[in-house]
């Protein structure tokens, strides 16, 4: 079968998207990459052939929609009046949410021809939407946390009727910001245009909707969401880095250490960061593994007690530390928890803190705003991560989830027999 994966974001949303493509391509399918063009060489170097799609997703996160990244979508009332006339914030708004969407709407539109099925993400999941609306093909979407409608995430017990319609209002406002491009790209589709919001076409045309996280931070989920939204677990590539050797000789060569990294999550003046993640760890006696992941700083020396570095295989690391603080993201979320160690989140955007909610809830940690975290928060954060039993409870939740192989060859198996399931009945084999 022919696939087509497009998929934007960081490499947080595009890692667990290229492990299953490279699974159904070992599988004997024909796979193709549509992706930001700042991780096409990332796409590629796991051997999966790709194309840019959409504008540069880091620059995106660095954008001049916002003054500051952690307002993207999680802003505070403050946040939001500094934006000042609310038609501007409206327009640019609208500019961010569909900057380059009929250029991704062409290139989608070239790469499923002959194609069996489409997987996105729910980032630009419109234009892949109408695309294999265009094309008489199923689409799948790979979801990092629980998007749609539900009575498990709100903080209180709602009426499933209740919440439907609130969701459904949010996602009827998020379509004003996005009609003008997808009337456009519609037209040009030749397709009718749209009286429904997007999410409803989606979820009505009997997408298959994959969950890449595990039941355990939403046990009730399954249940009431059912075979379109199956709960199967985080994927990765599980890659390795250039100095997996490096740090683990400094690993050993000390106590474990605590790590710290915020993926592709800008961090204005990572410096001064660097300083108080030193100053707090050398207070409570504990060693420092740091990862920059996005955000540039100058060469820092190694040192017995600090260690900073680009990127690490969290994997082969987490499991050797104390406890590890992070963004929030989901991928580094569950691999935290599947290394058996205490987690500190300490969120920018987006999601990101609904996961470290799970993670308190569980029992395996504490979140916290990182504009938010001083010396003193950060030292009290830091004696709760890393009490007894915090540590005892991480190691028991790790017991709980899934691999990461074992997700990949459940979503790889489902995304086929989605694919298949569209085909026309003289062609199904």
């Keep these: ?15 667990p998207c290229a492990a299953v493509a490279l699974e159904l391509q070992h599988r004997g399918h024909d796979v193709q990459a549509a992706v930001p063009p700042n991780l096409v ?24 929609v916002f003054e500051r990244p952690d307002a993207l979508t999680a ?26 969407w009929d250029e ?18 729910t980032a630009y999941q419109e234009i892949a939407s109408n695309v294999t609306e265009h094309r008489g093909i199923p689409l799948a979407e790979v979801h990092y946390f629980p998007v ?34 997808e009337s456009r790209q519609r037209r040009v589709l030749g397709l009718p245009p749209a009286t429904t919001r997007p999410v409803a076409r989606i979820v009505g045309g009997g997408a298959l909707e994959l969950q890449a996280y595990d039941p355990v931070f939403f046990p009730a989920l399954a249940q009431e969401w059912g075979a379109q939204r199956p709960l199967i677990g985080s994927m990765t590539l599980l890659l390795p ?48 593994l740091i990862c920059t992941g996005s955000s540039a700083v100058d060469d820092i020396a190694t040192t017995d007690a600090v260690k900073v570095v680009a990127a690490v295989n969290h994997a082969a690391v987490f499991p050797r530390c104390r406890a590890v603080v992070h963004h929030g993201g989901a991928g580094t979320t569950a691999a935290g928890l599947r290394a058996g160690v205490p987690t500190l989140v300490l969120w920018v955007a987006a999601e990101q803190p609904l996961w470290g909610k799970q993670v308190e809830r569980l029992g395996v940690g504490t979140y916290r705003r990182f504009s938010a975290t001083t010396r003193e928060s950060l030292l009290a954060d830091l004696r709760t991560v890393l009490a007894r039993n915090t540590s005892e409870r991480a190691r028991v939740i790790a017991g709980q989830m899934s691999r990461p192989s074992e997700s990949v060859t459940t979503a790889a198996d489902l995304l086929e027999g989605a694919a298949r399931a569209g085909r026309p009945a003289d062609t199904v084999c």
């Design 1 to 15: 079968m022919k696939i087509v994966v497009a998929i934007h974001g960081t490499r947080g949303d595009v890692e």
């Design 41 to 64: 060489g990332f796409v590629e170097s796991a051997g999966l052939p790709a194309v840019g799609y959409g504008p540069d997703s880091q620059q995106q996160l660095q954008g001049d």
């Design 75 to 100: 802003a505070a009332p403050s946040d939001w009046l500094r934006l000042g006339n609310p038609l501007d914030a409206l327009r640019k708004a609208r500019a961010a949410a569909t900057r380059g």
């Design 104 to 121: 991704m709407s062409q290139t989608l539109s070239s790469m499923t021809a002959g194609a069996d099925l489409v997987l996105t993400g």
């Design 148 to 181: 749609r409608a539900n009575t498990c995430v709100l903080p209180v017990r709602l009426p499933a009727t209740v919440v439907r319609g609130a969701y459904a209002v949010g996602e009827w406002m998020h379509w004003q910001l996005l009609k003008p491009a």
């Design 241 to 288: 880095t250039e100095i997996d050797g490096e740090v683990e000789s400094w690993i050993a060569a000390g106590s474990p250490p605590v790590y710290f990294g915020f993926g592709s999550m800008p961090v204005d003046d990572f410096a001064d960061t660097v300083g108080l993640i030193r100053d707090v760890c050398g207070a409570l006696g504990t060693r420092a």
